[in-house]
């Protein structure tokens, strides 16, 4: 073991020259009771004689952790000097570093033998030399937990005032935003310091610290039995003073990555640390019951406490300057420090503590990140989440000077620069609505994101700080996204990341916040489309003050949303009608095709692979109600999806920590571009994506997925299905149903409901059947196709812990064999339908005449459909060049989606390029030597941060036709014969839409008539 706590006695590996002294002290203690105590004089030396231990990094390993140096040092007064650690044999020093003294109370240095360190380490090293002060006289220092070599993630390593050259590289990594404390703190000002503090300023000065205020503090009745707890809680923290010496229990993040695996529990149990979210909680609610109570001997005692309990922080470490060794997802645990300190900040000052506590908030919050060169500026849902709070408050905190001014207004312009639509893969919110974090759509991130930023908008709205009208818009855009991708409150399960729970769900706060903030162009104080969906959202029975307002301003609540949307940075499609939703999702090379940390969705790498989820039943309506159960859920089974039906552990992930940019995670990509959606006229649209799975598992899967939604019909084309997977077979999942209830019927080409438990039913279709599951959901399923049907007990495996699970289920499924070639399918599901409608559905569909679509391509190159109801051709273009020659195109020169509505003399058309464009060409270290795709972390791509590229697509329509009016990105670029070649500049797979009039007739004439008859024959 060589990890040294000093309970004891000195350890004999410990020795020190003749001019200086070691002892065991009890003065000053971090973990345990006792510290070992040096007393040094000039040149002095303390001596390690031990093996360190040392191992070179191994490329290739499991993990990529790195062998550190841990060391725990409490120095009870400030200098401007140094400790010298030396690691070497005998009197040869094969690397040191060097520790600076310029703080009082305990810090800490986590320095990483090869990267952090000067000199080269070396594996037989066996003694630290740890030299003196070289200009200081005499003195104390004390010495805990003292660890010769532990493994620690590279990533975490926190370089602060001590130790200012640790881990470099983290300020250009993933971890930034919580790790570069001492860049930001060092950042220079880009705004001047005005000359004076003008009216406006001082009254919106005046105004935010009210609504700040307002925010934390709600005011409650203090009892006898509060001051009771509150002092029993306190007394837990053994907090004491002695003269001018104040100790207590250490205070940690929760994560102890520095204690190695093998011994963590164990060192965990004796450092008898507090939590700190715990101790920053109890802080709040200190400061909460002083400023509700009228008590002054109440109001005292609880002063009293508050102060001891900053005190203690910060002789902890918790302080301006220290960074605790690492302070990787801290804000999490500290983000109820802001609001307590501010709420006593008048009590802070008269105990002289505020200046103090000011420069703490200041450097925990990161707030000097305000004066990031604008071109630098990333959003990042973590800050605006735990610590956007925090940058505010330590700026209100600070008296009505000049300096506030210039922060504040840098804190406007930085706040308005994070939140605008955020280029390629970055952070927080993009064109479309996205909110991303870890490089993609992730609304679990992005309500913790806007129940942080909304509060912020709300409290500097109406005043000369509130942020720039496209940023406010930009967050807005985002906010009303999320409740057309939920319903009412639950998210759709191909938005769940890494967890597959089906409980991810919206805040109804955040809208409140956000129309209480006013319009983007502050012209009305109350954003009355955002009021109107606070109101929607709001439980029944729920009441507000925001909602009173605003039913006194006479905003109704909205109507169920109903559209289609396309959020291609999402690589998703939504649909809605009346109550419910469908949406299509599936990644490509840019976006991953799921998200799995060792204990979190270990069987979810399928879950983008065309995921088609109807959320539709329940009250409110939920993943639960419509069909999802995590207990007996089949992973290989996410409706909609094309997959290789293995079994649960041949489907469990294998989750590598891939490189120094991510931890233990798979994000895996597909070398696919083509993938989304497209909408027209914002009531219809379409979903597809050429899936290609990762060869890590199956990189010989393949299939051309395509999905047209049509009022409350969705058609679902696939073709070019195959794989070389001879043992287990391929499928495509219609759905996989909960069976809540095992009296719940389905249906089967016949109006006689099925509650037979277990039930099967399997054949290859003679004829074109209908079927009905217990969800109110129709299928049209044409002959010629294997299909199963299954009403059974499922076993499977708990996405996180690997725990047995079971659940009774109904399922559908369309089988291609083992080693399908050319494999394909056609279904078409009637959202809220019955026996009655389903089965019509299916007769009309036999004919010509009645049939509500017709299919008129389904080939590698293409699937089309003509949707007779509403006069509408779909395309689904997977191939540039291949000549279309169906319907309304001849021809495309790029992979596209594109939907035509025809009427009377125009055409309206809607098109997209799917392929985000964030680089061209394929990368060379994504593939092996033999042109295999390998595993790769997302974080480690340079095009992450790159900006889409524009490209111009050129649409070859029949006929000759104009431009019913300009549309931006739109031109005719050329007429010839009977066809017009059309222009269109894409960028961020945006999708276009434009009106196309009759021009002159050619060959075709001007017979709509006629020419639908030609593209349905």
Not at 241 to 263: A, E, M, V, Y
Not at 285 to 307: C, H, P
Not at 354 to 372: D, E, N, P, V
Not at 421 to 441: E, T
Request: glycine letters at 6%; hydrophobic letters at 35%.
């Amino acid at each position: 073991m060589n990890i040294f706590s000093f309970e004891n006695e000195i350890p004999p590996q410990f020795s020190c020259d003749n001019c200086s002294q070691l002892s065991i002290s009890d003065e000053y203690c971090k973990y345990g009771t006792h510290s070992l105590q040096w007393e040094y004089t000039i040149d002095s030396y303390l001596k390690v004689n031990h093996p360190i231990l040392y191992r070179p990094f191994q490329e290739g390993s499991i993990s990529q952790a790195r062998d550190s140096f841990v060391v725990w040092i409490y120095n009870s007064e400030p200098l401007l000097d140094v400790l010298t650690f030396q690691f070497g044999r005998s009197d040869e020093v094969d690397c040191q570093f060097e520790f600076h003294l310029n703080f009082r109370g305990w810090r800490t240095a986590w320095v990483a033998y090869e990267r952090d360190m000067q000199g080269e380490p070396h594996p037989d090293m066996n003694i630290l030399i740890i030299r003196a002060p070289k200009t200081i006289g005499t003195g104390n220092l004390y010495i805990n937990q003292l660890m010769l070599n532990t493994s620690i993630d590279p990533r975490f390593h926190t370089r602060d005032k001590q130790v200012p050259f640790v881990n470099l590289e983290a300020d250009n990594k993933a971890n930034a935003h919580w790790l570069s404390l001492y860049v930001f703190e060092e950042l220079e000002r880009r705004r001047s310091v005005p000359e004076v503090v003008s009216p406006e300023q001082l009254w919106a000065h005046a105004v935010i610290n009210e609504r700040f205020e307002k925010l934390f503090l709600k005011g409650r009745l203090v009892t006898h039995e509060d001051m009771i707890r509150i002092k029993g809680i306190f007394s837990t923290f053994e907090i004491t003073r002695k003269g001018d010496r104040i100790s207590g229990r250490p205070i940690d993040l929760p994560f102890f990555d520095h204690f190695p695996q093998s011994d963590k529990e164990r060192l965990k149990e004796r450092a008898n640390s507090i939590q700190l979210s715990d101790y920053t909680d109890f802080m709040l609610e200190i400061a909460v019951n002083y400023r509700s109570t009228g008590i002054s001997s109440w109001k005292q005692d609880l002063q009293v406490m508050f102060i001891d309990l900053l005190d203690h922080m910060d002789d902890q470490g918790w302080t301006y300057g220290s960074s605790q060794g690492t302070v990787h997802h801290f804000g999490y645990n500290f983000r109820h420090y802001y609001p307590a300190v501010f709420l006593m900040r008048d009590e802070l000052e008269q105990a002289g503590r505020l200046q103090r506590t000011q420069k703490t908030m200041y450097w925990f919050s990161g707030a000097g990140r305000i004066h990031t060169p604008f071109h630098e500026i990333e959003g990042n849902i973590d800050i605006f989440n735990t610590t956007l709070h925090g940058i505010l408050a330590s700026l209100l905190i600070l008296h009505d000077t000049p300096k506030k001014v210039r922060e504040l207004s840098s804190f406007r312009e930085w706040l308005s620069h994070s939140l605008l639509p955020a280029p390629g893969l970055r952070s927080a919110y993009k064109s479309d609505g996205s909110a991303y974090h870890h490089v993609n759509h992730y609304p679990a991130y992005a309500v913790g994101g806007f129940l942080g930023v909304t509060p912020v908008i709300y409290l500097i709205s109406g005043t000369v700080y509130r942020i720039d009208e496209r940023a406010h818009e930009s967050v807005r855009k985002a906010l009303l996204a999320l409740r057309l991708y939920s319903n009412k409150y639950e998210w759709l399960l191909s938005l769940s990341a890494r967890h597959p729970t089906g409980k991810g769900a919206l805040e109804v706060e955040p809208y409140k916040y956000m129309a209480l903030s006013g319009t983007p162009d502050g012209s009305k104080p109350v954003d009355e489309e955002v009021a109107a969906t606070y109101l929607r959202l709001l439980p029944h029975g729920e009441k507000s003050e925001a909602a009173e307002r605003f039913l006194a301003m006479r905003i109704a609540p909205e109507a169920d949303p109903n559209g289609h949307w396309t959020m291609n940075f999402a690589a998703l499609a939504i649909h809605r009608r009346d109550s419910w939703l469908a949406g299509a999702r599936g990644h490509n090379r840019y976006l991953w095709a799921n998200e799995t940390y060792v204990s979190a969705n270990l069987y979810g790498r399928y879950i983008s692979h065309g995921h088609l989820q109807i959320m539709s039943q329940g009250e409110p309506i939920n993943n639960a109600a419509s069909g999802y159960h995590h207990d007996g859920w089949d992973w290989n089974r996410w409706p909609g999806t094309t997959t290789v039906h293995k079994p649960i552990a041949d489907l469990r992930s294998n989750v590598r920590n891939v490189d120094t940019f991510s931890g233990f995670e798979e994000m895996l990509l597909s070398d696919e571009t083509y993938a989304g959606g497209l909408n027209l006229e914002g009531r219809n649209g379409m979903f597809a994506m050429k899936l290609h799975e990762h060869p890590k598992y199956e990189g010989s899967h393949r299939a051309r997925k395509s999905v047209f939604f049509f009022d409350h019909r969705i058609i679902c084309l696939g073709s070019d299905i195959e794989n070389t997977n001879s043992v287990y077979p391929t499928e495509t999942t219609l759905f996989q149903n909960h069976l809540a209830d095992l009296g719940s019927p389905i249906w089967v080409n016949d109006n006689s409901p099925i509650c037979e438990f277990p039930y099967s039913y399997q054949r290859v279709l003679e004829e074109p059947i209908w079927l009905l599951d217990h969800k109110e959901n129709g299928y049209y399923i044409p002959a010629g196709q294997m299909l199963s049907v299954t009403r059974s007990v499922q076993r499977s495996k708990h996405q996180a812990t690997d725990a047995d699970t079971q659940g009774d289920f109904a399922t559908a499924i369309l089988g291609h064999g083992c080693a399908p070639k050319q494999g394909s399918y056609e279904y078409t599901i009637l959202v809220k339908t019955d026996c009655a409608g389903i089965e019509a559905f299916c007769e009309n569909m036999k004919s010509l005449e009645t049939a509500a679509y017709t299919v008129l391509r389904k080939d590698r190159s293409a699937h089309i459909v003509k949707d007779h109801v509403n006069q509408t051709t779909a395309y689904a273009l997977f191939e540039a060049n291949a000549t279309v020659d169906t319907g309304w195109i001849a021809d495309v020169d790029t992979p596209a989606m594109i939907m035509i509505r025809e009427a009377s003399n125009e055409l309206t058309v809607s098109a997209v390029d799917p392929d985000l464009r964030l680089y061209e060409g394929i990368e060379s270290d994504q593939y092996d030597e033999d042109g295999n795709q390998v595993e790769v972390s997302l974080y480690s791509r340079k095009w992450v941060h790159a900006e889409s590229v524009q490209h111009t697509m050129r649409i070859t329509m029949k006929g000759n036709w104009i431009l019913k009016e300009d549309c931006f990105g739109c031109r005719i670029a050329e007429h010839r014969a009977d066809h017009t070649v059309i222009e269109m500049e894409g960028k961020d797979a945006m999708p276009r839409e434009f009106v196309l009039q009759k021009g002159y007739v050619g060959e075709l004439g001007d017979s709509y008539e006629t020419f639908d008859k030609e593209i349905i024959s």
